[in-house]
């Protein structure tokens, strides 16, 4: 038995859980076809939780377009067994190089290092692009996903403040998805 406290000091017992991370741009990386893939990690694994992550720049090839059916396809799938689901939704994903962003937007972008002033500067186009397709993400999707995680590594420089997503998108703390370990046992106890 493996036993921790939660954060208000009561002892917990923590079920084992098994958890994987999918990606299927990862997949297409190593010349895996990504359902196949996927479908054989969940027949085999058996996982009890699935993290993906809503890539920016599979999902919104253009300004205004917004193509959520293959992120829709694999969560139909985990809700179908019951799986739990972390989605990772913002400029940051998992996997090498992090930052996925839509081509079209960077067209506007004359250096990496602008880039980087733009997205940090308040209300700058970058971030109104940013909020609202984690906004259009999370209004698709908040039914259906157990845990948010707000960008793969919330405490870089690299991404609107976490009040302004929470006003825009109107998400619920509960289902926020924290990196603290101490949050993480309590999320999955």
Not at 78 to 107: C, D, H, M, S, Y
Not at 150 to 169: L, R
Request: glycine share 2%; hydrophobic share 40%; net charge positive.
């Amino acid at each position: 038995m493996r036993w921790s406290y939660d954060l208000s000091g009561k002892l917990i017992y923590l079920k084992h859980m098994i958890g994987i991370n999918f990606s299927p741009w990862y997949c297409e990386q190593l010349e895996l076809d990504p359902w196949d893939t996927f479908i054989n990690l969940l027949n085999n694994l058996n996982p009890d939780i699935v993290r993906l992550s809503a890539y920016w720049n599979r999902i919104q090839p253009a300004e205004n377009i917004y193509e959520f059916d293959e992120l829709e396809k694999y969560i139909a799938e985990l809700n179908k067994r019951n799986i739990k689901i972390v989605l990772t939704v913002g400029i940051n994903a998992q996997r090498w190089p992090e930052f996925f962003i839509p081509a079209w937007l960077l067209k506007n972008i004359d250096s990496p290092k602008n880039f980087q002033i733009e997205l940090n500067k308040p209300g700058s186009i970058i971030q109104n692009y940013l909020l609202k397709f984690i906004t259009q993400t999370v209004k698709k999707f908040d039914s259906k996903i157990d845990y948010w995680q707000i960008e793969n590594e919330p405490f870089q420089q690299s991404f609107p403040p976490f009040q302004k997503i929470f006003y825009c998108t109107k998400l619920s703390p509960q289902k926020l998805f924290r990196p603290n370990p101490l949050c993480l046992m309590k999320v999955l106890h």
